[in-house]
């Protein structure tokens, strides 16, 4: 069943990290869940895989010093050639964030937290 080398989590929130990590890990998606409270420190760990390893990658866009949209900016600028997939988990219910990252080619998704079993299955079939 494991699908993805590595699953990111990427959100300030430690709460929703712990939460989401023990909820991925039933899935058996992925043997390797990492979270990170910042953008800058999953960009530099990122720096670090090998291309060839497929990441999926759950990233809120609410987050201080480096938000969401910034770190897609910056994913693009850094990794042009990954083929990691990058879902948007947020609390945001408002249809422009939607919008905005639906012209992202890399983002694969758009959830809304809090992150379950059903939405997790329901994003991988689109995959």
Partial sequence: MIQF?????????????????????????SEQI????????AL?????????HTLLIFLDIN????????????????FPNRTDKIVILSSSID????????EYQIVSGFLEKPLTLDKIKNQMDTF
Wanted: proline share 3%; net charge negative; no cysteine.
């Fill in 5 to 29: 080398d590595a699953i990111f989590l990427v959100d300030d929130d430690p709460i929703n990290n712990l939460i989401n990590k023990r909820l991925l890990g039933k899935t058996g998606i």
């Fill in 34 to 41: 990492q979270e990170f409270l910042g953008g800058e420190e």
């Fill in 44 to 52: 530099d760990v990122l720096k670090e895989v090998s291309s060839d």
């Fill in 63 to 78: 987050m201080p010093v480096l938000n969401g949209w910034e770190f897609l900016n910056k994913y693009l600028e850094y």
């Fill in 95 to 102: 249809f422009q964030d939607r919008q905005r990252a639906s």
